[in-house]
């Protein structure tokens, strides 16, 4: 079975900072889908971004970007400038080829700092 | 609609009742997503439409759960039996065709206390 894990229960950053998220996940497979999803106090999931494990580029979403090691099977998530609307728990996911499993990390809970 | 709703918003039960729970998917949304977030705890997926099928129900954590998706639109969650343990916030989302291709879309959630 896939596992993904989050090491970081709890960061902090001071607003206009740059903070990286961890993830590490564990698969067999070649092909998959990575993502990282925000969810605020409200409880709304919004998806932050996605990767696609074949693609080597790393993904970018303005001041979101991910770093893909597939090799080291790490896919971290990098936040520039950060805001203080970024204040949220952060959810890295894994999503097997035929889209029809995830598996979520237990989450990172991010808090920027005014 | 605008995006994809859940009701109840929160739920409150006995142990032993059966509780349903309803996901509207935004419209032409083929795929559909049932996801159960325990306190302290990362989503845990539960099962998977496509259209009005649920190829896989592996995920389902008992048999006192079902689910079930009609005209390719509404679906509900039926936890028989509730127990304390069952206590968590439901998750929806929808997506149009198979995620693989498609960003998911998610719901407010389904608080569920059972006492």
């Known amino acids: 079975a896939q596992t993904v894990t989050q090491s970081q229960p709890e960061m902090s950053v001071q607003e206009a900072e740059t903070v990286t998220l961890s993830c590490t996940y564990d698969t067999s497979e070649s092909n998959y889908y990575l993502f990282w999803y925000k969810q605020p106090p409200s409880r709304q999931m919004i998806l932050v971004i996605r990767?696609?494990?074949?693609?080597?580029q790393n993904a970018t979403e303005n001041r979101f970007s991910v770093n893909f090691q597939k090799a080291a099977k790490s896919f971290s998530l990098k936040i520039s400038d950060s805001q203080l609307g970024d204040t949220a728990m952060y959810f890295c996911?894994?999503?097997?080829?035929?889209?029809?499993?995830?598996?979520f990390g237990t989450g990172t809970s991010l808090t920027v700092i005014p | 609609g605008a995006g994809v709703s859940q009701s109840p918003s929160n739920k409150v039960t006995e142990k032993g009742k059966d509780v349903e729970l309803r996901c509207d998917p935004i419209?032409?949304?083929?795929?559909l997503y049932w996801y159960r977030q325990s306190l302290g705890q990362g989503l845990e997926f539960l099962i998977y439409?496509?259209?009005?099928?649920?190829?896989?129900k592996s995920g389902l954590p008992s048999d006192r759960f079902s689910a079930e998706r009609t005209g390719g639109s509404v679906s509900t969650l039926t936890i028989q039996r509730t127990q304390q343990e069952d206590s968590a916030v439901y998750l929806c989302?929808?997506?149009?065709?198979?995620?693989?291709?498609?960003?998911?879309?998610f719901g407010p959630g389904t608080r569920l206390l059972v006492l």
């Open positions: 990767q696609e494990a074949y693609k080597q």
């Open positions: 989302a929808s997506s149009l065709g198979r995620a693989t291709s498609g960003t998911q879309y």
């Open positions: 439409f496509q259209g009005n099928s649920a190829p896989d």
């Open positions: 419209s032409g949304h083929t795929a």
């Open positions: 996911a894994f999503m097997n080829p035929l889209g029809n499993q995830f598996y």
